[in-house]
């Protein structure tokens, strides 16, 4: 095991591939349904341009940070820490790192809850038979990927491509087959569903949105890997703008084929049922293979993300130096190794929840709220020091605005969430704060600064008033 290696090089359209490969995943295939509960076409326009313009944002942020501090690798966990030092960094990389481990959970379930459409051994994804071939799996993966970043990163951009072309051809059949009377008929809300106001449809997606919208940073947790720098903000948008074309039809198109009651009411992967509404079982059928096929690429990129993050944290001493380590095919073993522990741990806890593909996809969104708020408020801070725009001034001005939205936009998630969510994350937060502990005594350093104690009491309180709150059936999974 060395600490130190040459990196393998990605090309540009490897890291697009990295980016849509991250971002499509579960989630589209869930959209027509989770839209379907919250809102109409009307609140589903509003909700979008919100969640697009928001993350684009976001993507501008990752993309200047990209070519502005090109010596900060692992862009997540490393801005954080450059912009509020050495805990706040921490918790970024910790939250960001156990969301996706989360994340991860959240592919292993709707895998087996499409299989349970087929075979109903596997339920809704959570029953014993379906937590053991789960784990085969991410055993299966683990060693795959213990071979090599470059093998893994080749076997992304494949997949990548082949679970695309199911979603662009649901896409079509439902362009063929819209019609324009029923979408009128959904436009403002539809027959039979609640009658809610927008802002509380609105507020009922920004969760899903989130989820959805997660990888759209591969590129820059990738940073150290990529053949040019440039090449880091470009695969950003690149991919942003890809798969933001993808969510958006196949929220809306289901609502031109089927009344908004009965997507609401429909089993995930709710694609597939659309699917087989308009067309018969064989829709159902080629969805699911497409999911199948887009949920385990996802896994594979968000597994080399996820290691990627707890080892960039390691190398900087920021977590046990550990985790900073890489096997002979430059690999973070160890940081791997713990990754997929944590996966494992909650693939099992899934045996207890009610619905365990809605609650992981929703604490996976906000485990991420914290790492996606310090970046926006890493990169507003540049702006409003003038840092890095001595050469090009010019520029300060549009990314003022850019900043500024992404700051306002993911302070907006963070109060859409909701208190539920909020004490849930804190709840691994602050036990999670071990590591940091266990990597400061390494060093030898100072644990806290006093603002840094101030902010471990407050994720100790929250993670108290959580577990109280799951002991006293207050807050439910």
Not at 103 to 130: C, H
Not at 137 to 158: C, E, K, P, S
Request: proline share 4%; net charge positive.
């Amino acid at each position: 095991m060395t600490g130190t290696s040459s990196p393998q090089k990605l090309s540009l359209f490897a890291l697009t591939a990295m980016v849509v490969g991250s971002m499509v995943g579960s989630g589209i295939f869930s959209l027509p349904r989770t839209f379907g509960i919250a809102t109409g076409p009307f609140g589903a326009i509003f909700a979008w341009c919100i969640a697009g313009g928001g993350m684009y944002t976001m993507a501008r942020v990752f993309q200047s940070l990209a070519e502005r501090k090109p010596d900060l690798d692992a862009g997540v966990y490393a801005y954080a820490k450059a912009g509020f030092g050495d805990y706040p960094g921490f918790l970024s990389a910790l939250g960001y790192w156990t969301g996706s481990c989360i994340g991860n959970v959240s592919y292993w379930v709707l895998i087996k809850s499409t299989l349970g459409a087929f075979f109903p051994v596997f339920g809704d994804g959570n029953t014993v038979i379906a937590i053991i071939v789960a784990s085969i799996g991410i055993w299966l993966f683990h060693f795959m990927i213990l071979r090599g970043v470059q093998q893994a990163a080749a076997i992304n951009t494949v997949v990548t491509i082949a679970k695309i072309v199911p979603i662009l051809i649901f896409i079509g059949i439902l362009i063929f087959a819209f019609k324009a009377d029923l979408f009128r008929a959904n436009f403002w809300g539809g027959e039979g569903m609640p009658d809610k106001s927008l802002f509380e449809q609105i507020r009922a997606t920004m969760l899903v949105t989130v989820f959805v919208f997660l990888g759209i940073e591969g590129a820059s947790v990738y940073s150290r890997y990529a053949k040019e720098r440039s090449d880091v903000g470009a695969a950003t948008i690149l991919g942003f703008v890809t798969v933001t074309s993808l969510m958006v039809l196949v929220t809306m198109l289901p609502y031109a084929v089927l009344p908004r009651a009965e997507i609401a009411d429909m089993r995930q992967p709710s694609m597939a049922t659309v699917l087989e509404a308009v067309v018969g079982h064989w829709g159902a059928v080629f969805v699911s293979i497409g999911l199948l096929i887009s949920v385990l690429g996802a896994y594979l990129a968000w597994s080399l993300i996820c290691a990627e993050v707890l080892s960039a944290a390691g190398r900087t001493r920021d977590m046990p130096r550990v985790f900073g380590t890489e096997n002979a095919n430059k690999v973070p073993a160890a940081a791997l190794w713990l990754t997929n522990i944590v996966v494992q741990l909650f693939v099992i806890s899934t045996y207890w929840s009610r619905d365990a593909f809605a609650f992981m996809l929703n604490l996976t969104s906000v485990m991420n709220l914290i790492p996606f708020f310090l970046v926006a408020a890493y990169g507003f801070l540049l702006v409003k020091r003038g840092e890095t725009y001595e050469k090009r001034p010019d520029e300060r001005r549009r990314d003022l605005i850019f900043t500024g939205i992404a700051v306002i936009y993911t302070l907006f998630l963070i109060y859409a969430a909701g208190m539920k969510y909020l004490l849930l994350a804190a709840i691994l937060y602050a036990p999670g704060t071990a590591l940091y502990l266990w990597a400061r005594l390494e060093q030898k350093a100072k644990i806290f600064t006093p603002i840094e104690w101030v902010i471990f009491i407050v994720a100790a309180i929250g993670a108290v008033v959580g577990v109280h709150g799951l002991a006293t059936g207050y807050i439910t999974i």
